[in-house]
């Protein structure tokens, strides 16, 4: 989702401000792509349910250099606040690349233990059929099945 605000902010269709929130300008017209139906609040309240739990996601992955680096934007947020720079948000675009990069690398370690689950129980099902299948034949050509057909 940050990435997404960064783009839309990168395409002029809303204005980020430190400290008070993510804004849709005025002059925007009507581009059929739906976005304009979307006030400041739907948006504000998707990113606090979407941010959050991407956030969350980073935390439990973030490093040691990244949680350094993300203590460093969060200085230089309240820098840029003190000096009234609210709309340049170099500061905010920094910490929301450094959650971004951890929520990836945690998003990728997510997959890739799905996909391992998935396998894995793949396989187990394939060799239960597998086992199956043998099990029968061995009682369809035991001696016993063959003396009883005699």
Known sequence: MDEAIIALEALDRVQVKTGSGIYVPEHQSSSGSGIDNI??????????L???EAAALAASHISDEELKDLEDSLYEMVLENDAGELVAGDAV???????AQAKRYAMHQHFALILNKLIATTEAEQVELARKQAQEVRQRFSLDY???KG
Do not use: Q
């Not at 006030?39 to 606090?48: D, G």
């Open 39 to 48: 006030s400041p609040w739907e948006l504000t309240e998707s990113r606090a």
């Open 146 to 148: 063959l003396v009883s």
């Open 93 to 99: 675009r920094k910490f929301h690349r450094i959650i």
């Open 50 to 52: 979407i941010e959050g």
